[in-house]
Structures are given as structure tokens and as C-alpha cells.
Nanobody, 119 residues
């Protein structure tokens, strides 16, 4: 299982970014796929997760209404659309599998993509 994340960058508060995660060695219907982030000096946190069935999504409270997770099964790719970005969203974002409730660390991690939001 490999996860390749991309799409990070430097934006101003209120702007948008879309992260992509391309999976290889598996298909999306085998794992819940999601995103974690880690800001400097802070614990990593689960941001969003989409079920292997594609029918359920999870968001941490701080991003609800601003972020949207989706997937393209044909491309084996998961996306995280991030709108109305805030400086507190600044972090390295990691694509992970599997994800879900309970705080159990994922088995697989992508290489991370930096998101920086300036005020």
C-alpha cells in the first residue's frame, strides 16, 4: 500500500486548496481513506475520513462546513477540498489508511504535503 499526497501550498486566509491522494497497491473499496494533519508543536489530529463504501464521511469539528472529502474510484484518488482556510489550518497534511473513529493510528501514511495559510 502506497499513498502519494499532493496539492499543498501557501495561501492567504479565506482562500482554497485541494489536496489529492493517489493510492497504489490497493483499491479504495478496501480501506477507509483519510487525512491527518500535524502543526508545529501540536499533536497530530485526524481531519477527515471517507468510508471504503464511499457513503460516509467524517470531519473534525474545526473543519466542518469548510472542508469536503471525496474520491474518484476510477483514478484511485481521494481529494480534500479545503475552503475558507484559516491560519490555524497550517500544518503538514498526511493521507492515511485506514482511518476511522476511536483514535487508532492508521497503518499507512503518505509523505505529507505542507499547507501554509497566512493571515
Amino acid at each position: 500500500v502506497q499513498l502519494q499526497a499532493s496539492g499543498g501550498g501557501l495561501v492567504q486566509a479565506g482562500e482554497s486548496l485541494r489536496l489529492s491522494c493517489v493510492g497504489s497497491g490497493f483499491t479504495l473499496d478496501h480501506y477507509n481513506i483519510g487525512w491527518y494533519r500535524q502543526a508545529p508543536g501540536k499533536e497530530r489530529e485526524g481531519v477527515s475520513c471517507i468510508a471504503a463504501s464511499g457513503t460516509a464521511q467524517y470531519y473534525v469539528d474545526s473543519v466542518k462546513g469548510r472542508f469536503a472529502i471525496s474520491r474518484d474510484v476510477a483514478k484511485n484518488t481521494v481529494f480534500l477540498q479545503m475552503n475558507n482556510l484559516k491560519p490555524e489550518d497550517t500544518a503538514i497534511y498526511y493521507c492515511v489508511a485506514p482511518c476511522g473513529p476511536g483514535g487508532i493510528p492508521p497503518d499507512y501514511w503518505g509523505q505529507g504535503t505542507q499547507v501554509t495559510v497566512s493571515s
